[in-house]
């Protein structure tokens, strides 16, 4: 019997042009700063323009370390930026995507989408607390943003 990977979406206007918003999300190596549960970025290779394609990261989740690998897809820079999972300790498979679109009272709309399938089945609690928490950080990178 598969899995189904969980889905979730949130949406949040920041008073910054979509090209700002684009740069501070493919700053990696200061995601510790910023986003809650990031402990550690590490651009493992990049392209041609400089930009991180695959990315290691250490984060705090469900009361543990877990380590994975997400490489980037540039091909719609900078309206958006997509990622799916090479490796990973604990999920299947996170795919994943920040959009950054216009706003119509100024500013851009930044839409950020995520898929994950766990290894180990959760409760439904458990999984919609950590999925309330993961995308929330679309709020984390508002503030960065903002505070540029």
Known sequence: MALMADQASQSVVVNATPEQCFSVAIDFEHYPQWATDVKEATVLSRDAQGRATEVEFRTSALGRSTHYT??????EAPRVMAWHMVKGDIMRTIDGAYTFSPAAGGGTDVTYT?????IVPLPGFVKRRAEVRIVNSVKDLKARIEAA
């Open 70 to 75: 997400l490489r980037y897809d540039y091909s």
């Open 114 to 118: 995520l898929s994950i399938e766990l």
